[in-house]
T-cell receptor, first 113, second 112 residues
């Protein structure tokens, strides 16, 4: 059973449209993360979120990306104006007990046409 | 980025074989070493977690870290068809919580 639940499992959108991907933790955690995996490439860190604030972000996480936890439960990743190269699997993760331990959701597959 | 290098394979072995998967990394500051298993179109699943150098065993799986060589390994004994998946090494510097650097993954097929 996944540690976090992600929706949608698959979204197809037109270039330039806004997309919101959602993540719901099974239990209460403070640290959350978004990673992405372009087909055939490495899993890449996007952003970490702690106590309702961005803790760290990668160079990939530019102004078109944003994260928030609007209701204290759901954790969202918004892509404001999607580009073709945003097509990827997006994974939400929560931290474990040990440093570096992450538990990933099943992912949301984003296809930008 | 070349923080972590991993041979993508594919690797194909018969059931019962011993499998050896490896990664190298560039930065000696890395402290935490993980192996994840990923089935097609699914999220990575944490398999093994080790801190610093040494071996760690869990059932048929053994993770090995050699910090002097910047080399990490995962051994699978008595491999099973259900072990067929992509295996990802991941490394954490420890200074920024949860920012993992992943290898590209090695695709493993265990045939009956």
């Amino acid at each position: 059973e996944p540690e976090v639940t992600q929706t949608p499992s698959h979204q197809v959108t037109q270039m330039g449209q806004e997309v919101i991907l959602r993540c719901v933790p099974i239990s209460n955690h403070l640290y959350f993360y978004w990673y992405r995996q372009i087909l055939g490439q490495k899993v890449e860190f996007l952003v970490s979120f702690y106590n309702n604030e961005i803790s760290e972000k990668s160079e990939i996480f530019d102004d078109q990306f944003s994260v928030e936890r609007p209701d204290g439960s759901n954790f969202t990743l918004k892509i404001r104006s999607t580009k073709l190269e945003d097509s990827a699997m997006y994974f939400c993760a929560r931290s474990g007990v040990n440093t570096g331990e992450l538990f990933f959701g099943e992912g949301s597959r984003l296809t930008v046409l | 980025q070349k923080e972590v290098e991993q041979d993508p394979g594919p690797l194909s072995v018969p059931e019962g074989a011993i499998v050896s998967l490896n990664c190298t990394y560039s930065n000696s500051a890395f402290q935490y070493f993980m192996w994840y298993r990923q089935y097609s179109r699914k999220g990575p699943e944490l398999l093994m977690y080790t801190y610093s150098s040494g071996n760690k065993e869990d059932g048929r799986f053994t993770a090995q870290v050699d910090k002097s060589s910047k080399y990490i390994s995962l051994f699978i004994r008595d491999s099973q068809p259900s072990d067929s998946a992509t295996y990802l090494c991941a490394i954490d510097r420890g200074s920024t919580l949860g920012r993992l650097y992943f290898g590209r993954g090695t695709q493993l097929t265990v045939w009956p």
